[in-house]
């Protein structure tokens, strides 16, 4: 078996970090060509940091080479998963860096607008956000001379619309509701037309990538995972906030700094991701490799902590019932599934199923996991499985 790649938990300081000029970093990338910028990101191995960690660079270049005309960037601010909230940070402290990531995606791939789509529960912000733009305009229009303007569009509400197809509907005024892909956004977007979609703290850190260069950004974190990462940190922890670490920690690290002591499950990723239980944190890092094997698990950022006053049976509960009321209902083994599982936990809670009726619906779990739509539907078997295997008996009795 091949040695786990791991590194100490360590804090770094660059989204936050006030020693950051962003019209210095854009004046110096801007003397690139717009190959040499696309390259440096490619180079730098920069994962989206929304969750599903695909690789910034090869999104740029996608778009990039489409021939179709009036390309769209869009900044995907639509932050709904169960205890994620650092991108309203980043929005409320560091607003520049993300402009100026989106800045340079609109000179690599040739787009002359972009849009930060705004999750509604956060139209307080949009006052904040308009401030910052008309700083951030008039040094790209006056100083720099590049013509590419933002604006903001607020989402309505729905989880769902995290999903770029399902945005690109809602900013279209059409219902909420995923796309078939292919086509990719990257292709065929918004109003038709070639769009990049990238998380706000995956914007930012295009220019931390542009600022030190790819090497030096490659040193951060493990192979498939480089760089740092925002957590939310929440649930049973005296240290709730958000932090920015490297990639690769050991979860018993992270556990060591940020549990109460008696910490008997983190659920990594948020409702949508993974429940690693006590026995498990020693051999579980943090990155980006994607399946519970005890090896490297994807986050986009949410970090929750149980301990043993914490029911998995209500937490798994309080998860399926969120994914229930959140699925559009476009696809049955969503739409019918989510319900299924709501009410199957429940029937052998109540002593009207059997325990066995648990591999029922582990393996109905799976079936959601190949044949749903979109993410939602087959991101549901992640928390299901790894709460009931790990705590079945917390299911039963
Ligand atoms: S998986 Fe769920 S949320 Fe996604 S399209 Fe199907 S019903 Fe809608």
């Known amino acids: 078996m091949s040695q786990m790649e791991m590194k100490k938990l360590k804090r770094v300081d660059f989204i936050f970090s006030k020693d950051f000029n962003v019209s210095e970093v854009l004046f110096g990338t801007f003397k690139k060509t717009r190959d040499e910028i696309l390259q440096g990101i490619i180079n730098s191995d920069l994962k989206g940091r929304g969750g599903a960690g695909f690789p910034t660079g090869l999104k740029w270049k996608a778009a990039k080479e489409e021939k179709n005309g009036g390309k769209y960037i869009i900044c995907n601010a639509d932050e ?55 700083i951030f305009h008039e040094m790209l229009h006056n100083d720099l001379g590049f013509e590419f303007t933002i604006d903001i569009f607020t989402g309505s509400g729905a989880y769902v619309c995290g999903e770029e197809t399902a945005l690109l509907q809602s900013m279209e005024g059409k219902r909420g509701e995923p796309r078939n892909k292919p086509p990719y956004p990257t292709s065929i977007g918004l109003y038709d037309k070639p769009t990049v979609i990238n998380n706000v703290e995956t914007l930012a850190l295009t220019m931390m990538v542009a600022k030190i260069g790819a090497e030096e950004f490659k040193k951060l974190g493990i192979q498939d995972a480089r760089g740092g990462k925002l957590f939310s940190v929440s649930g049973d922890t005296p240290k709730g906030g958000i932090y920015e670490l490297e990639f690769g920690m050991l979860l018993s690290d992270f556990v060591e700094e940020f549990g109460d002591g008696d910490t008997k499950a983190v659920q990594v990723g948020g409702a949508s991701g993974f429940c690693v239980p006590r026995k498990k944190f020693d051999s579980t890092t943090i990155g980006y490799k994607g399946k519970l094997t005890g090896t490297s698990l994807p986050t986009g950022g949410s970090m929750m902590l149980f301990n043993s006053s914490r029911s998995m049976y209500n937490v798994l509960h309080n998860y399926l019932e969120f994914f229930a009321e959140e699925s559009c209902g476009q696809c049955t083994p969503c739409r019918v599934g989510t319900q299924q599982l709501l009410k199957g936990i429940e029937a052998i809670k109540r002593g009207e199923k059997s325990h066995e009726y648990l591999e029922v619906l582990l393996s109905l779990s799976e079936t959601m996991k190949l044949t749903s739509k979109c993410g939602l539907g087959q991101s549901v078997a992640n928390s299901f499985s790894s709460i009931v295997e790990n705590f079945r008996e917390e299911m039963i009795y």
């Open 80 to 134: 709904g998963e169960p205890g994620t909230f650092k991108d309203r940070a980043i929005l409320e402290e560091a607003a520049q860096k993300v402009f100026g990531g989106m800045a340079l995606c609109a000179k690599v791939i040739g787009a002359r607008k972009g849009w930060i789509y705004l999750r509604g529960e956060y139209k307080f912000l949009v006052p904040h956000l308009r401030k910052e733009l008309a």
